[in-house]
Each structure stands twice: as structure tokens, then as C-alpha cells.
């Protein structure tokens, strides 16, 4: 049995020179190849760049038969297609955007054992007339690429990913490798489950990106500040700008244009044309910036991504991860920015509230945007916070990353906490922010009068801060879980159970101190 082993190990290697011409595997890689190649169920975990594709390619050319990959992002087929014919390997794909006599040609190659790889849209897949096929013909292997697609929670949910547990019900005998850049414990769980994984050896890969710089500002004015960080720190450099809406894509887009600086709209509510047309820009020109909705980057290869920013807050750690993912492809320094608010927090968690989803589905949601608060509010390394979400605990401070760079300044911040929280209290949880700090800062104007809230014991008890500290504070015990915001009553403030302990003096909490936005220090300029 070894020397079979070893003998297939030297053809795995004799592959990856001859035929992709790399010297040698890269992490985990060899150890993931030599698993299928033996008939092993594999789900690999391994971030963006980290060089997946070779795991099911390799083994699809060591193994007799067809390797068919499973994947969602059908306008990367023919590239990926071609790119295989460029080093000699024999694929093809099957999707929608085929003829059907060019489909018909690529099923007789399949019969024919014509092929090393064939790539299928899943929804294509799962027609009787593929999976009769497919039985027809010999199978190396089953590759599930971009598997975090079978998660209900997550952003990418194709609900074609689900039915592909059939795979294992008519394919027993062939060996399936799941592959993701993101997953967090609960999507791992869930691939496992829905795919019928169980018994797969699981490859998880650092998630680290050392080359990679997070940084997390406080929003003031969201577009200046970009327009500063971009001007300062990355001049003349490719980057991705990321925004909620399609609107606020159109109207940053337009600011850098007027600003000086070469940036393109992406959305998917573009016309087709032209939203092609501007991603095609993107990857053969230099020094664009893309100004996209998160429509804009699955499968974008582009190695010198410099930045991606966010103007908005995305909604999820894994969002963020996968977005922030696509700087610095190349290994070289790159920056992950953002610019945060308490706007965002607020907006985020109605549009939660205002969705169809059900009680289940929005408590995951809201799980998950805690976590991103907590990245966001984090007094401590956000790198070690980002991989502690990934499963990769206890790591050291990064030093590369805000916080590590310029740590703040954290106070026992109870008292204020605690003034906040009897305010909100005192006018009985019926108020949105502006009225509560309104009251809380002494400011008498019309509304407050007119509920005579200048009556109140609390009117006034934080007029020693301004309204940015106090929104400040604010944000961050809503991100602490100790108020919600109400968004089926005009948006009001209200304690949670977690308040009652600090009201009480049961419990201190630590806040950031409060440091007014300033402009960054010119890093780099235009020489
Ligand atoms: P992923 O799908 O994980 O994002 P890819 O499979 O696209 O990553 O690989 C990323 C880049 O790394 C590609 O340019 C690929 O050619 C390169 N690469 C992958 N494995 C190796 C290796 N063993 N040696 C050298 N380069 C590699
Ligand atoms: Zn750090």
C-alpha cells in the first residue's frame, strides 16, 4: 500500500511541475491532494489567494476520469477553462450561456472520457438529464467549490447548493472536496451537515493576512475621510470602496470622480454593458478605484488590490473578512479601512428588523452583526479578534493593525454608561437618541419642553460632554448589548438585561476615549 501511496505522491508532484509548473505545494496543499487523490472526503477551509484551486485540480489529473467542479460563478468558467487549456488539461464547463449543440458537444466529450475537468453551474447539475449523465461517465472526483454557498445565514445562499447532498446518495464511491475562503464555526458546521460531510477530513488554513492592515475610524464625514485616506495614503493605487446602496455607490463614485480620483460605479442594478465594461477596467488598467455594492468581487483575481474600504458597515465578520480579503492578493502591503458610526449600527440593525426573514433567521443576523460590533469597538488587536472568529485562538498582538499601531485610550467609562441608562430609563424607553441626549446634555429646546422632560432629575446630568462623546458612548453600549434601539416604535432606546447589573453598580465597563476625528498624517504623496 505505501509504495501505491508513495508512487501517486511523486505523480502529484510531477503534475503540479509539468503541468502548472509551481516547484512545490504551498501549505496544506499536499497533504489535501494526497487525501483525494486516495478517495477521501475533504472540506477545505483556506482564505482567498491561498491557492485552493490546485487541491481538486491535481488530484481530477492523478485520479482516472472526469473531475467535476461545482461552482456558482459562471462568468469565471471560460477563463478558467481556457486557463486549463493553456497548460494542456482538457476542460470544459456546462452552464446557460452555452448553445445547446455546444452542450451536446461537451456531454459526448464527457461520455467519451474526453475530459480532465468539467465545470457545472450547480442548477445545471441537478437536471436529471446531467445526473444521467454523469452516471454514464467515469468521475475522479466531485470539487463543491465556493461551499459557503449552502449556508442559509450567510450572504452568498444559493438554495441550488442544498440539493447537492445528492451527490453522495448517487455517487457514493467518488470523493467530494468542499472548498470555502469563509467560514465561521457555524457555516462550517452547516456545509458539514447539508453536503452529508461528516466523515470528511477537515483542512482549515490560517486566516491570518499579516500583509493586510485593518484599521477602523470613527465616521464623521464618511466620503472626506476616504477621499483623505485614499489621497494620503494611496495616491495612485487599485482599490475597492464598498457601500451599502446602490445610490450611495453612484454618488461616491461621483464625489472621487469630481475630486480627482479615477473611480468607477459597480452595482447590479447597472446596465449589464456597462457594468462589465467598468469591471474589465478594473482588472487590465492601473490605479482604479471601484466604488461597489457587495455585488461587485466574488472570483475578482486581482492580485494588487492596494485598499478596499467601507464606507458602510458590512454585516458580518465573514462579509468583512471576504471583502477586506481581495487587498493585497500579491502578498505585498495592502490596507483594510473603514469608517464607522453609530448611523450604521442604527441602520443595520432595522434593516434586521424590518426583514421577512423569521424570528430564527434574525436572531443569527443579529448574532452576527454583534460579533462585527465587537471587531469595530474592540479595544485590543483586531487581528487576534478576527481569527479568535475563525477558530484560531489565543494569537499574539499583530502590530499591524490600528490598534496595535496607535492604542487607545480606554477609561472605566461606568459612570457614564450609567447616566446614559437612567436617562433613557427616566423617560420611560419611549425615546429615540437625539431626545435622550437632548435631555441627558440639558439642551431645552421645543420637544424636550413639551414632554417637560426639564423636569426630569437626569435633565442635564451629562452636560460636561459634547454630542459627538456622547454618541460615542452611545454607539458603543449598543454595541456592549446594554440598549436597543426599537425600530417598530420610532426608533427608541431600551435597556436590555444586560443594563440592569450597571445601573445597579453591579458591573463596570471599560469605553474608548472619545478622540475627535482628525484628518491621517500624510504617509505617501504624488512625487
Ligand atoms: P484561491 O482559489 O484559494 O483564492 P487560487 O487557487 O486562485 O486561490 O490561487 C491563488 C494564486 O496562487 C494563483 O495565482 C495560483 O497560481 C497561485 N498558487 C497556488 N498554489 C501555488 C503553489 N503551490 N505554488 C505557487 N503558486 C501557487
Ligand atoms: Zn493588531
Not at 512545490?24 to 491557492?51: C, K, N, W, Y
Not at 466574488?298 to 480579503?325: C, N, W
Request: proline residues 4%.
Amino acid at each position: 500500500v505505501s509504495g501505491r501511496v508513495h508512487e501517486q505522491q511523486s505523480k502529484a508532484l510531477h503534475i503540479l511541475e509539468t503541468v502548472f509548473g509551481y516547484s512545490s505545494f504551498r501549505g496544506q496543499q499536499a497533504e489535501i491532494v494526497q487525501h483525494v487523490v486516495q478517495g477521501g472526503d475533504a472540506l477545505v477551509l483556506m482564505p482567498t489567494g491561498g491557492g485552493k484551486s490546485l487541491c481538486y485540480q491535481v488530484p481530477a489529473l492523478v485520479r482516472d476520469g472526469v473531475g467535476v467542479v461545482v461552482s456558482p460563478l459562471i462568468a469565471l468558467m471560460q477563463d478558467q477553462v481556457d486557463a486549463l487549456a493553456e497548460v494542456g488539461v482538457r476542460a470544459a464547463f456546462l452552464n446557460s450561456t452555452q448553445t445547446f449543440d455546444e452542450a451536446m458537444q461537451i456531454e459526448r466529450r464527457v461520455r467519451s472520457g474526453d475530459l480532465d475537468v468539467l465545470y457545472v453551474a450547480p442548477e445545471r447539475l441537478m437536471t436529471p438529464r446531467c445526473l444521467d449523465l454523469l452516471e454514464a461517465a467515469h468521475i475522479s472526483l466531485f470539487a463543491i467549490d465556493e461551499a459557503h454557498c449552502v449556508s442559509q445565514w450567510g450572504h452568498d445562499f444559493r438554495p441550488e447548493y442544498i440539493k447537492l447532498s445528492v451527490l453522495h446518495e448517487r455517487f457514493p464511491n467518488v470523493p467530494r472536496i468542499a472548498l470555502t475562503a469563509t467560514a465561521d464555526q457555524q457555516t462550517r458546521e452547516e456545509i458539514i451537515h447539508r453536503l452529508q460531510l461528516e466523515d470528511a477530513r477537515q483542512f482549515v488554513s490560517s486566516f491570518d493576512r499579516p500583509n493586510i492592515r485593518y484599521q477602523i475610524v470613527e465616521k464623521a464625514n464618511g466620503r472626506k475621510q476616504l477621499l483623505d485616506f485614499i489621497e494620503s495614503e494611496h495616491p495612485d493605487d487599485a482599490g475597492v470602496v464598498y457601500c451599502l446602496s446602490r445610490k450611495k455607490v453612484e454618488e461616491t463614485a461621483e464625489f472621487l470622480k469630481q475630486s480627482g480620483i479615477n473611480a468607477l460605479p459597480y452595482h447590479a442594478g447597472m446596465d449589464y454593458a456597462k457594468r462589465t465594461a467598468n469591471q474589465s477596467r478594473f482588472l487590465r488598467e492601473d490605479k482604479i478605484v471601484m466604488v461597489a455594492t457587495i455585488a461587485f468581487g466574488m472570483g475578482i483575481d486581482k492580485p494588487d488590490v492596494r485598499f478596499v474600504a467601507h464606507l458602510d458597515l458590512p454585516k458580518s465578520i465573514e462579509g468583512y473578512y471576504q471583502e477586506t480579503g481581495r487587498a493585497g492578493r500579491d502578498g505585498l502591503p495592502a490596507n483594510a479601512w473603514m469608517a464607522y458610526g453609530l448611523q450604521d449600527v442604527v441602520q443595520q440593525r432595522r434593516m434586521i428588523a424590518e426583514s421577512e426573514a423569521d424570528e430564527t433567521f434574525k436572531r443569527v443576523l443579529g448574532v452576527k452583526l454583534d460579533a462585527m460590533l465587537g471587531l469595530c469597538e474592540t479595544l485590543h488587536c483586531r487581528r487576534v479578534r478576527l481569527l479568535d472568529y475563525f477558530g484560531q485562538h489565543g494569537q499574539q498582538a499583530c502590530g499591524n493593525c490600528d490598534i496595535c499601531l496607535s492604542p487607545p485610550v480606554s477609561f472605566d467609562g461606568t459612570l457614564m454608561a450609567q447616566k446614559l441608562l437612567s436617562t433613557v430609563y427616566r423617560v420611560e424607553q419611549r425615546f429615540a437618541a437625539g431626545h435622550v441626549l437632548d435631555v441627558l446634555r440639558g439642551i431645552d429646546g421645543e420637544r424636550v419642553k413639551q414632554w417637560r422632560h426639564d423636569q426630569l432629575s437626569v435633565f442635564g446630568i451629562g452636560s460636561e460632554y459634547g454630542e459627538a462623546e456622547w454618541r460615542a458612548v452611545l454607539r458603543q453600549v449598543i454595541a456592549l448589548g446594554l440598549l436597543t434601539v426599537d425600530h417598530e416604535n420610532y426608533s427608541s432606546l431600551k435597556l436590555t438585561e444586560e443594563a440592569k447589573p450597571v445601573l445597579r453598580g453591579e458591573q463596570k465597563i471599560q469605553l474608548r476615549q472619545y478622540q475627535k476625528p482628525v484628518k491621517p498624517k500624510r504617509t505617501s504623496s504624488k512625487s
